[in-house]
């Protein structure tokens, strides 16, 4: 387009696409006029309105003579019904204020006047007995409080989206990535520019600018004003939390703000915040230390089981203030026909429907001549949810496009046909996916589906993958291709599943889930024995993790050489095709309900669609996870290049995307080091590895090969104290750690663009959880007896799944043999003679938890200190049954060691130690 | 891609502290080169140390493995490994020798991809099976 010459007309253009501009357009597109909804961001609702608390009030914390509370009073009402038009998530779930001391319950009682003063429907004052009914996770020690059950909570942007796409069913435009810099008055009309040199003109303007409000006031001439930023930061918990109340819960409020809560959200998470601190940076998004450990404090002060173990990650939002405290909605006194929409603080959610009336009212009496739209339509159509549907909605979707049934994200179990449709409704950038869809929202928060997401956005909108960003330019994800490999990505369509045919067997002897090492040595030795195994993994290849480890390094123990992972991963898929076992790869799967016989397996595939296995037993072969940045809390900003170290291995070896320049890397685990050599190998820098144990977590070998080859320092003892950056990671802080504080006074600042997490693996559980396998405090595996059974009968585990190894043998080694008791299950053989097996001094932990009598059993342990020269002993009482001398044992080495349960008797108890 | 010059990987002269990898102990070891040409070694455990850092000052060499584009197969990229460890100084030209290759699926793993990579005498092998695409 050229700018200048071209411009687009329109009645009325809304800077601002936040909630605020996104209602007041939705509100115009009734009427035949020409509107334009312009933003700054890539994406609409990237403002404030992305991170609140996406609570709708319950109309008692603000007087009537404020503007804000009568708005938010009659915005609050308008919420049922946008809800039933417009289908975003919302639940009247109801408030509860706790009181905890006699001046509190004052404040309460205040609340509660002003609340039956502005109609607060059905506002009740509580005793200590009623509100904990209402609540039962809060604190005991609460004497009382208000209840309102017309609050609620939506979220946030899935409104400010359906708002936007349901005005743009009416005619709306949406201009994204338009930065009003500039505004000029010809005749009666206004011009306004963007940064880019596009311009559109209108008879009217909204100056809906959130943050930017007195901006963009300036820009237009009009009166001063001040817009001041007062931050807001949170935690958000897993959706498996037990800290999830029922309501909104919040303490009294103080004279400034609301105080901090405990938020359970539409989609099942908690949400913990917001502080409530002044600023003068507009930009300024970063959380800190202090103030996210006060968060997870007071928390626990009206919620006692909230945990800082729950945090999958951490943000913050800025809201807009003006000095009085209120919105300012009127129309300029210097320039006519601007309508101020300003200094929309809390609660401008819930107020939004209501400004929207207002500010339609302020048009019109400015002179906007509104006549209704003949054919309004104020329906959206529901967004696909995977996640929420039952089985016969999940068929008749896939049988709509396959692609219903191509699982991306697994935590939040997100199709790319859902991302498709969030493509479609105009999001292409990965957090307005992620908000619209989901995918990337979990636990994992996206190491598994982002390099998926990439490719997906590459291939149905054409643009290249160094071009895609997490939240507009400057936050790119890929800095490069590796040389020969394309950028832009057109849609193939994937080879299906791989092995013997297509379609899942109705039914099986075992479901083999997972197939990466543990899968494949399983099912081998299931198939040897006469069984039939089914393998099911929702990667393309087999292999599991070993696809992406292109180094060298396995099966030093059992194969006596050193293969790469691939290679490694090749042998078994050789042994697998000829011993005939069935494969499903590209197949995931939803869940494992347990019936009379066995157990039905529920798999979902883009070739298959949903299809149900019944079998008799399940081996678990899961593998791991990576713990992310929610996992260790680190403070500062949300850039772009902040991912987990197995992340930018897959994105790197499989995908060929380079993902920055220069790296530092948080931990010393293994995959971390093996990266930092692999940044080095493709031209790119790593500038530290910050480990903050005084010992590194990775393997000599690699230390020595990965690092001090390439003179890598490794700060051991130091610690990251904050990730800075704005769209994209300009560098971090360090500090070494003193009797476990960080000394920032000896801090010192690293750049990168670049931060690879290698803090650690989790056992990927989230399959075995809602089977009611019981999983174990150390290891976050399943609990196992000597068969490596799991709590529930027929179900077994093996792999990463049951604990972490350092060695793809072990896996091997262990999965064989759990194929070998799977199959002695399913002969019947398993009378089983058990002893329990404890870990002792020195020990972390043990698998299997019981060992069996009368034969030799292996076990597998992780001592807690490192020592050269060491002695495994395992005793019943005061005898000793078995006693191995180790070398040099480490936590991070594995020790295996056979027990012969020859000498000992159904029920003892044994017990293994380091010496 | 790899700046050829600049030295990718250390490489140890005269005398360095290094960690001997030969077990999982690790011992740290001095070493240092002496007048007459031999190698003096402290800190080692056992005698295996001394033949690690021998090898280490005079041929160090280090398996390389990476990936190559490739086209026409279902991934766009093949993993691959060195057939035997390359030199230290000549792991940066091995390295851009393997980045410059455009390979063509199917593939077998194992297959020889290339011969004599950068002169090294060292050829590189698929480490994975990669199909033709439908
Ligand atoms: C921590 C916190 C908690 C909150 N909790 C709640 C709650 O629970 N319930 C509730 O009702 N309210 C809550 N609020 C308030 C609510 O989120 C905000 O009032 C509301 O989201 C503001 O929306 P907005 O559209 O006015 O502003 P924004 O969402 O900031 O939108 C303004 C838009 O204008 C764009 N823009 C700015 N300048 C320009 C320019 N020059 N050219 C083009 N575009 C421009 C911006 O990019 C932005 O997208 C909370 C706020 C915060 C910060
Ligand atoms: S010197 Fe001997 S004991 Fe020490 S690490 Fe090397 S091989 Fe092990």
Redesign the pocket.
Known sequence: MDGEKHMDRYNVAI????????AVARRLSAYDIRIAL????AD??????????????GGFHHNLRYLKAQL?IQGAGMYPQLHRELGFPYRRCGIVVAAFTNEELITAEHLYRQGVENDSAGIELCGADRIRELEPKLHQDVIGGVYAPAGGIIE?YRFVFALVENAEQNGLTVLRD????DASRAGDRFALR?RDGRSIDADFVVN?????AD??SG?FGAEEFAISP?K?E?HLLDRRTVACPQRVVFPIPTSVSKGMLVIPTVEGTVLL??TADPLDDKEDLTTSRDRLSEIVASAQQLVPSVSASDIITSF?????TLPDGDFMIRESDVVPGLIH?AG?????????PAVAEYVKDLLKSAGCSLTEKTRFSSHLPAVRRTRLMDDTEIASSWDENHDAGSVVCRCETVTREEIRDAIAAGHTTIDGIKFYCRGSAGRCQGAFCIPRMLEIIAEETGVPVTEITKRGPGSELVDRTLPGTPAVRSRRDHPLRAGAGAGAPRETDVVVIGGGAAGMAAAIEVAARGFDPLIVDRERTLGGVLRQCVHNGFGIHEYDEELTGPEYAERYVAEVAEAGIPVLADTTVLGIDRTDAGFHTRLLSREGGLEIVHSRAIALAMGSRERNRGGIQIPGSRPAGVMTAGAAQRLINVEGFVPGRRAVIIGSGDIGLIMARRFKLIGADVQAVIEIQPVPSGITRNIVQCLDDFSIPLYLGHVVTAIHGGDRVTGVSVAPLENGVPRTDRGFEIDCDTVLLSVGLIPENELSRPLGVELHRQTNGPVVDSRLMTSVRGVFASGNVLHIHDLVDFVAEESRRCGRTIADYLQDRDGLEEADLVAGSNVRYVVPGRIRVGEENRVYLRSMIAQVGATVEVRRGETVIASEKQHHVQPSEMITIAVDGAPLSPGDRVEVSVR | MIAENQRLIRVRDTEDELTCIVCPIGCRLHAERKDGGSLEVTGNRCKRGVAYAEEEFRDPRRPVTGTCAVTGGEFFRLPVKSSEAVAVDRIPSFLNAMYELELTAPIQCGEVIATDVAGTGIDLVATMSMRKEE
């Open positions: 800077v601002g696409a936040g909630v605020s501009g996104a312009v933003d700054r961001e609409v609702s990237f403002g404030t309105s992305k991170a609140n608390s996406g609570i709708i009030h938010e946030p338009f930065e009003v810099t963007a809906a600018a959130g943050l930017y901006e963009v820009i007062r807001g949170y915040g917001p913050s939002g800025l809201r807009p929409v929309i603080q809390s609660p401008g959610l819930t107020a939004a």
